[in-house]
């Protein structure tokens, strides 16, 4: 059992999905910030496209908070 934990900590995969899990909070709160649903920055957990699709949600769409101020 031991073995199988140092082995999966020790993968890249295992780095790459606690970046994404760490992720989750700093895009949550942008969302807020802009006026979206913030569980929106929850897309950043699915694999390979989550990344990119948050930031091009947050890039590409109009932000209700913004309108606001200006």
């Known amino acids: 059992m031991i073995e199988t934990l140092k082995a999966l900590v020790a993968s890249p995969d295992a ?3 606690l970046f994404q899990v760490l992720a989750v909070w700093p895009f949550w709160r942008a ?3 802009a006026g ?3 569980y929106l920055s929850l897309v950043v957990l699915i694999p390979l496209v989550g990344m990119v699709a ?3 949600l947050l890039a590409l769409s109009r932000w ?3 309108a ?3």
């Open 15 to 17: 780095i790459v999905y």
């Open 31 to 33: 969302y807020t910030r």
């Open 36 to 38: 979206l649903r913030p």
């Open 54 to 56: 948050v930031l091009g």
């Open 64 to 66: 209700p908070a913004a």
């Open 68 to 70: 606001d101020r200006g």
